[in-house]
């Protein structure tokens, strides 16, 4: 009677291994809600691993900080007349192409005066015979379309004024540059490098044909080779690369250097004549 009294209140091994892992679970619980209630977590978790990354952040910092932007930065101020004239409108005016008055002749230009100022600007902006819209330069704005009239007209006995050019548009001063770090603390630092900018790239070949070059070989004026007509470029093709490139950067008879364009740069230039060429049969 008592052994099975004795069996019956003990416990197996495995109900006591249980009991205490049931009662270690139950301390640590205890002991965290504790720790939460008075805060302790916080100070653990978040105050160390944050003092652990102002630290990093301060080791890694350079020893001064670079920005490019400068104050005032300016972007977008017009040419004015002159400059529209010397690098687009000389192209016929100066020599008198395609029965354009020439600049400075009084006789042909008086006619064309007495149209009136916004008149001229009008046909100069639109196009008008065979004067291309905007000189052929579609990137030219209303501004200086009509500071280049006015310069031409004015040399040829007009008295126009022309309109101001509008000056850059300033934009948001950046932050200043964060001053460098006291030389107490500069422990032999490595120097710091500075990406250049990057040079702005030219003009594509496309670009250049659709803003200088369609003025003559869009439609053949002056005998100029039209683009895609494989038969007027073949002979030209047979000449070279390098010559035709020489031919539109140097001039050749009726075709002015550079197309009459003196901003473009010799590569834009061999830009255009490769995506002409090759549009009328080459290979280049």
């Keep these: 009677m008592s052994n099975v009294n004795s069996d019956e ?10 009991a205490s892992i049931v009662g270690i679970i139950g301390i640590v619980l205890f002991v965290l809600l504790v720790a939460k209630i008075f805060g302790v977590t916080d100070t653990i978790d978040v105050a160390e691993p944050v003092a652990a990354v102002s630290q990093v952040e301060e080791n890694i910092k350079p020893v001064a900080a670079v920005e490019v932007a400068a104050a005032g930065a300016t972007s977008g101020a017009e ?4 400059e529209v004239v010397k690098a687009v409108c000389s192209m016929c005016h100066a020599a008198g192409l395609m029965n354009a008055p020439k600049i400075g002749d009084k006789a042909q230009w008086q006619p064309r005066i007495a149209q009136g100022y916004e008149t001229l600007v009008k046909h100069a902006i ?4 065979t004067m291309p819209a905007r000189g052929g330069n579609p990137s030219l704005t209303d501004g200086e379309v009509a500071s280049a009239v006015a310069n031409m007209a004015n040399a040829s006995g007009a008295n126009f004024t022309a309109p101001a050019p509008k000056a850059a548009e300033e934009k948001p001063a950046e932050a200043a540059a964060a001053p460098a ?3 107490a603390e500069v422990k032999a630092a490595e120097p710091v490098a500075v990406a250049a ?3 702005a790239a030219g003009k594509s070949g496309e670009e250049v044909y659709k803003a200088v070059c369609a003025m003559c070989h ?3 004026l002056m005998n100029a080779p039209k683009f895609g007509d494989k038969a007027q470029w073949e002979p030209r093709i047979k000449q070279g690369y390098d010559t035709l490139v020489t031919h539109a950067n140097k001039g050749i008879r009726t075709m002015p250097a550079k197309g009459g364009n003196p901003s473009l740069s010799d590569a834009e230039v061999a830009g255009a004549v490769k995506y002409m060429a090759n549009a009328s049969g080459a290979a280049f």
């Design 197 to 199: 900018a990057p040079v």
């Design 126 to 129: 639109e196009g008008i015979r």
């Design 181 to 183: 770090a006291p030389a």
């Design 79 to 82: 040419k004015s007349g002159e």
């Design 218 to 220: 869009a439609t053949g």
């Design 9 to 18: 209140k003990g416990y197996s091994f495995g109900q006591i291994v249980l």
